[in-house]
């Protein structure tokens, strides 16, 4: 029995390998063969649940099928999502035409640093677009009196009010009293926008039942996974922003990330503005465009880069807000998406919510192996033989699939992709298990604005954020050598010991990067890296030099000078250089191995010379990935 059964699974594995080449026939016989036998793993896991045991194996046996359950329904939405791409056709403007839009530009701020708004400000400034018909609002909750006079200096508009009531929300809906365009354009104070942004945009109004267009969020910065891990990383964003989104897209339900989205003003007005029930009101006022009948869409391109969060505690803040605000919207608008939604929408907006759900479903795959090494209670009947390989069976005939369907940057590099995605699951699993009881216990906690802070100098350990994945670590390795010696000495069976170390060795890796998240290396400014040559002349102390621009933030430059000049050039030497021919100064602030140096401006820098500045960093503005690729 067990020979034709190995030889069974050995059948489908080569087909599963098979079928994953470019066919849509084997595409299809892929995707009905992975789920023919997911149905059947799971008709034989309920079967399987261990309640002869007692109630504590019936308790976790369940808690584990339903987590399996979970996964089989998001593994059914994915697929559903990615089968049927859709690409969307940009229809560039001609600037020629004489009844373009008005479009207005919202700058929302609240405590961001001003040299880091300013740099947006500077990029929506200079977008291409006839100037009479471009309008630079900064939105300001932070009731600043430097970014009023530095509005007046630019010659833009400001707006602020006297509370910060329904925070960004009513912000903008402030704003929405004063703006008279026909177009908006929100973006965040870190979103800084390439001279192209509106030229690819604004053509796809051209369709009058369009509400909104979606860019993707990109980052200049290293994210936390890549600055402190030095791996070849993908951004933790990336997957949902270039991949989900435009698969969303095809569903006619793309979802407005807050930033970086342009709205015709009329249709936000018609459903009252931007709702302020909830703290993502950017996924509800894109619900409600969309339950009204409205279109959307999703231009796939790098027209903004900003700032990724910048340590864990951050980017767990973030995500705390993400998972109950859209727990929030789905309660608060279920009117709108029981009736007004097509059902393809009501799949998607379902699965995003179930998607937080899989903190919780994570945290049950990471604690049951150890539960049952370390306390003998079973969770899984073993003696059904055939639940074991027709895992395995369905293990690879997962990962066969999705490499088929997913777009071509993933699947080229799908094992990468995989392996990351998993590392970035147990990373955030316990933080999202929290707030998902938050919400339902504690449903009136405030939330937290992302944090902008640009630099750090000091080593901080997370310690909080940290501890229950170093606790789950050490129970792992524990278990590990706990299952060895026991199945050496003949106390536990080999089917045992197999599928539970398999799932053992398969967290270890990520919870010792989950640690090693929590210890935050000193972090010095972000800079837009520059990988073309440009020359730059400096004049450091008495030394005239010629360097190589190598990177550029709204703060300092760093630069590559000759080897032989670096041991006449100390620290904090004055530093003065040319950019358009504008002069501007500044101090050495350190000195690279590499013979790199790291200039820092001068704080009484004019406006004719941060203009300048930020019009090199918008220049060579990219996503921080593409400097490896």
């Known amino acids: 029995m067990q020979v034709y059964l190995l030889m069974i699974i050995s059948i489908l594995i080569v087909f599963f390998y098979l079928a994953s080449r470019k066919s849509k026939f084997f595409k299809a016989c892929l995707t009905f063969t ?5 149905i059947v793993y799971i008709v034989l896991r309920i079967f399987s649940v261990p309640i002869m045991f007692g109630f504590t194996s019936s308790v976790l046996g369940i808690a584990l099928l339903i987590a399996e359950i979970i996964g089989f329904s998001a593994f059914a939405v994915y697929i559903f999502i990615f089968y049927t791409p859709k690409s969307v056709k940009v229809k560039p403007i001609n600037k020629n035409n004489t009844e373009l839009p008005v479009v207005d530009v919202l700058i929302c701020t609240y405590n961001e640093p001003i040299e880091l708004v300013m740099t947006t400000i500077i990029g929506a400034m200079h977008l291409d677009y006839p100037k009479n018909l471009l309008n630079v609002y900064i939105l300001d909750d932070g009731h600043r009196p430097e970014f009023k006079a530095l509005a007046d200096e630019l010659n ?11 925070a960004k929300a009513g912000n903008i809906n402030n704003a929405l009293k004063y703006i008279k365009g026909d177009l908006f354009l929100v973006l965040d104070a870190d979103m800084i926008p390439k001279r ?27 994210d936390i996974y890549q600055y402190n891990l030095r791996g070849k990383y993908y951004n933790e964003q990336d997957f949902f922003m270039r991949c989900i989104e435009p698969a969303r897209n095809s569903k006619d339900a793309v979802l407005h990330i807050g930033t970086n989205t342009v709205f015709r003003r009329a249709y936000v007005e018609s459903v009252g503005g931007y709702p302020t029930t909830s703290i ?13 009948g409205y279109s959307s869409t999703f231009i796939n391109e790098t027209l903004v880069c900003g700032l990724s969060a910048f340590n864990l505690k951050d980017s767990v803040k973030q995500r705390d807000r993400w998972c109950r605000g859209n727990l929030q919207v789905i309660k608060e608008f279920k009117k709108e998406f029981k009736k007004k939604l097509t059902f393809k929408q009501k799949i998607i907006y379902i699965d995003g919510v179930v998607y937080w759900f899989t903190g919780i479903t994570k945290l049950i795959f990471l604690i049951t192996p ?12 073993y003696n059904r033989l055939y639940l074991i390989p027709l895992f395995f069976v369905l293990f690879f005939g997962q990962i066969f699939l999705s490499k088929r369907i997913l777009p071509k940057k993933i699947s080229k590099n799908y094992l990468e992709f995989f392996y990351n995605g998993n590392i970035y699951n147990t990373v955030m699993a316990p933080h999202l298990t929290y707030s998902i009881f938050k919400h339902y216990l504690f449903p009136d906690i405030k939330f937290s604005v992302t944090n902008k802070n640009m630099s750090q100098k000091k080593t901080s350990i997370s310690f909080k954020y940290i501890w229950f994945s170093l606790l789950l670590l050490v129970l792992h390795i524990v278990s590990l050598y706990i299952a060895t010696k026991n199945v050496i000495a003949g106390k536990l069976y080999l089917e045992t010991f197999f599928i539970n170390v398999f799932w053992i060795i398969y967290n270890l890796p990520s919870l010792f990067v989950a640690v090693k998240l929590g210890f935050q290396k000193p972090r010095g400014y972000d800079y837009i890296n520059i990988k ?24 300092s430059i760093k630069v590559e000078v000759p080897a032989r000049a670096i041991k006449d050039i100390h620290k904090i030497e004055d530093v ?16 690279r191995k590499n013979n790199e140096l790291e ?31």
């Open 156 to 166: 833009i508009y400001y707006i602020t009010r006297a509370s910060n009531e329904n």
């Open 576 to 591: 003065s250089f040319a950019v358009d021919n504008i002069n501007i100064n500044g101090k050495i602030d350190c000195i």
């Open 532 to 555: 073309e040559h440009i020359g730059i002349n400096m004049n450091i102390g008495s030394q005239k030099l010629v360097g190589r621009l190598k990177g550029i933030s709204s703060k």
């Open 34 to 38: 992975v789920f023919a036998v997911y």
């Open 599 to 629: 200039v820092v401006f001068s704080d009484d820098l004019g406006i004719r010379e941060r203009i300048a500045i930020n019009l090199i960093m918008i220049k060579f503005l990219k996503p921080y990935e593409d400097n490896y690729v």
């Open 370 to 381: 150890v539960i049952h090494i370390l306390t003998g209670v079973p969770i899984i009947n």
């Open 196 to 222: 192209e942004f509106l030229q690819r945009v604004v053509g796809q109004f051209e369709d009058e039942n369009i509400a909104f267009v979606q860019i993707p969020q990109t980052f200049y910065n290293a």
């Open 280 to 292: 993502t009101e950017d996924m509800a006022l894109g619900l409600k465009l969309q339950a009204r």
